[in-house]
C-alpha cells in the first residue's frame, strides 16, 4: 500500500529495460510504480487497494493486449480523472491526434529526454483538475517559422521581431527573454534561419533540464577518463556546432562553474574539453533565452555580470500574449491552417464570438497554451468550425472572472490586423500594409505567387514592396 507521502504511478509496459529506466526517475520524483505487462493486467489493476490510489499512469503505444487506443479510452472511463501520458516512438501528429480523442492527457516521442519526463509527469499531475481544452502537452505540433510567417502586429512585438530580423545577419550574441511559452524558442529559429549560418548546424540544449555538471559536459565535451564515468571522449555540442548556431535555453539556469566556461569561450572563441591539454578555436553564434529577468539575476549574484553582458549584445524582450490580445485571431486562424496540414485533422474555421472567448482569457501558457488549446479543440470537433462549446474551460474562466475583454471598435480583430495604436490612434498606413503582407505570406505559407495574385498586385511590385517595407522575402 502507497503511503500518503509517497504518489503512486502505473507503468504499462512489457519491455523491462524501459520499465526500470522509467521506474528510477520516477522515484527520483517520490513516486512508486507499480507495473502492468499487458492490457488485461492494468484494467484488473485499476480495482485494487494499489490501483484506487494511482496518481498517473503511463502507457506505451505497444503495450500488448489491445490497441493502445482503446486501452486509453477504457482506462479513461473507469477512472475519468485519472492522468494518461502515451508514449510513441512514432513522432507523427495522427498517433496525437488518437491518443488525445481516445482520452490521454498528454504524448511523448520516445527517446523521452529523463527531465522532459518528469517534467510533462508533474504537469499532468499538478493539471489533473483541469480538464479538457487546457490540459497542457508536451510535444510540439508546429515546424520552424521564417521571421514573415510569424503572426502578430502589436507594436512591442513588432519592435522584438525587427531588432530580431536585424540581428539575424550579425555573428553578435543574441539574448531572447520573455515568459514560458511567449515563442522565444520560435525567434531563436527564426534569427538561425534568417543568418548566413542557416546552412550550418544548429543546436539547442535546455540549460535547466540538466543535473549537477553534466552541463560542462554536454557543451564543451571531455576526453576518456576525465572524471569518474568518462569511458570514451565525447564531443560537446559548441564543437559540434562549428559554423553555425547554438541556443540556450534557460541560461539562467547555468552553474557558476559552466558560466566561467562559456565566458572564456564568448571573450576568446575557444574551449577546452574537460580532461583535454588542448583548446579549439570555433566560430560558433549563441542565442540566449531566458524566462526571468537576467538584470535581476545578476543583481541578486546568481548570474555573472560580465557574462550576462556578454550574451545580451542583442536584447530582445517579448511581450506575453495578454499584452498583446489583438494577435490572438490572426495566432488562431494560423495555427488552425497548419493543423489542417497534419495527418487526422482536417481544415476547421473558427467563429467570431469564439474568438472574443479566446481573447478575454488571460493565457498565462502565452502562445504555447493558445497552441495547445486550439489542437485540442481542432481533434475533438466534429464541425466546419470552432465555436466557444469547444472552449467549455475558457468559457467558464471569463464567466467567473466577470471581466470580459470588449470588442476593439474600428480593429479588424477577425483577420489579426490592429488598425488602432495603443493611444487611440490610427497606425500608419505603411505598417498595416506591412502587417497585410507579412499575414497573406504566413497563410499562403510563402508562395509568393499566391500572396501577389491574392493582394492584386504583381509579382514584382510585391518584392518591390517587400524592400520598401523591409520585409524579408520567404520565397
Not at 531572447?176 to 534569427?191: P, R, T
Not at 489579426?416 to 490612434?425: K, R, V
Request: hydrophobic fraction near 40%; glycine fraction near 8%.
Amino acid at each position: 500500500m502507497a503511503q500518503n507521502s509517497t504518489k503512486l504511478l502505473m507503468l504499462i509496459d512489457d519491455e523491462p529495460a524501459q520499465c526500470r529506466l522509467i521506474s528510477a526517475l520516477a522515484s527520483r520524483a517520490g513516486y512508486r510504480t507499480i507495473f502492468a505487462r499487458d492490457a488485461e493486467t492494468a484494467i484488473a489493476t485499476l480495482g485494487t487497494q494499489d490501483g484506487m490510489m494511482l496518481d498517473a499512469i503511463i502507457l506505451d503505444h505497444w503495450a500488448p493486449g489491445t490497441e493502445s487506443t482503446e486501452l486509453v479510452a477504457e482506462l479513461k472511463s473507469r477512472r475519468p480523472a485519472l492522468p494518461i501520458l502515451m508514449l510513441s516512438a512514432d513522432a507523427s501528429v495522427s498517433e496525437a491526434v488518437e491518443a488525445i480523442r481516445a482520452g490521454a492527457t498528454d504524448y511523448l516521442i520516445k527517446p523521452v529526454a529523463p527531465e522532459q519526463m518528469l517534467q510533462a509527469l508533474a504537469t499532468a499531475v499538478e493539471s489533473s483538475k483541469q480538464t479538457g481544452e487546457l490540459q497542457p502537452l508536451s510535444e510540439k505540433i508546429s515546424t520552424p517559422l521564417a521571421f514573415e510567417e510569424i503572426i502578430g502586429a502589436a507594436p512591442a512585438f513588432r519592435a522584438a521581431l525587427a531588432i530580431a530580423a536585424k540581428a539575424a545577419r550579425a555573428r553578435v550574441p543574441v539574448l531572447i527573454e520573455g515568459e514560458a511559452g511567449v515563442g522565444k524558442e520560435v525567434i531563436a529559429d527564426a534569427i538561425h534561419a534568417a543568418s548566413p549560418r542557416a546552412k550550418q548546424p544548429y543546436l539547442k540544449v535546455n540549460c535547466g533540464a540538466i543535473v549537477g555538471n553534466l552541463l560542462d559536459s554536454i557543451l564543451f565535451g571531455h576526453e576518456r577518463g576525465a572524471f569518474t564515468g568518462a569511458f570514451d571522449r565525447k564531443i560537446g555540442l559548441l564543437q559540434q556546432a562549428e559554423g553555425g548556431t547554438i541556443f540556450l535555453d534557460e541560461v539562467d539556469r547555468i552553474p557558476p562553474e559552466t558560466q566561467v566556461r562559456l565566458l572564456r569561450f564568448l571573450k576568446t572563441s575557444e574551449i577546452q574539453p574537460l580532461g583535454s591539454p588542448n583548446s579549439f578555436r570555433l566560430d560558433v553564434r549563441v542565442i540566449s533565452a531566458t524566462n526571468r529577468s537576467l538584470e535581476q539575476e545578476v543583481r541578486k549574484e546568481r548570474f555573472r555580470e560580465d557574462l550576462y553582458y556578454r550574451i545580451n549584445v542583442v536584447q530582445l524582450t517579448i511581450p506575453p500574449l495578454r499584452d498583446r490580445t489583438g494577435d490572438i485571431p490572426g495566432l488562431a486562424r494560423h495555427f488552425l491552417t497548419r493543423l489542417a496540414l497534419q495527418p487526422g485533422l482536417r481544415s476547421l474555421g473558427i467563429t467570431d464570438e469564439a474568438l472574443h472567448l479566446l481573447r478575454s482569457y488571460n493565457w498565462p501558457g502565452n502562445v504555447r497554451q493558445l497552441q495547445s488549446v486550439l489542437f485540442r479543440a481542432a481533434v475533438m470537433c466534429d464541425r466546419d468550425a470552432l465555436t466557444c462549446e469547444e472552449f467549455p474551460q475558457i468559457s467558464t474562466y471569463v464567466a467567473e472572472s466577470g471581466t470580459p475583454r470588449p470588442l476593439m471598435s474600428g480593429s479588424t480583430e477577425g483577420i489579426g490586423i490592429t488598425l488602432y495604436s495603443e493611444d487611440g490612434n490610427l497606425r500608419p498606413l505603411e505598417e498595416i500594409e506591412a502587417d497585410v503582407i507579412r499575414l497573406a505570406i504566413g497563410h499562403y505559407r510563402g508562395r509568393m505567387t499566391e500572396v501577389a495574385r491574392r493582394l492584386g498586385i504583381g509579382r514584382s511590385t510585391l518584392y518591390r514592396k517587400l524592400a520598401d517595407l523591409g520585409i524579408d522575402s520567404a520565397a
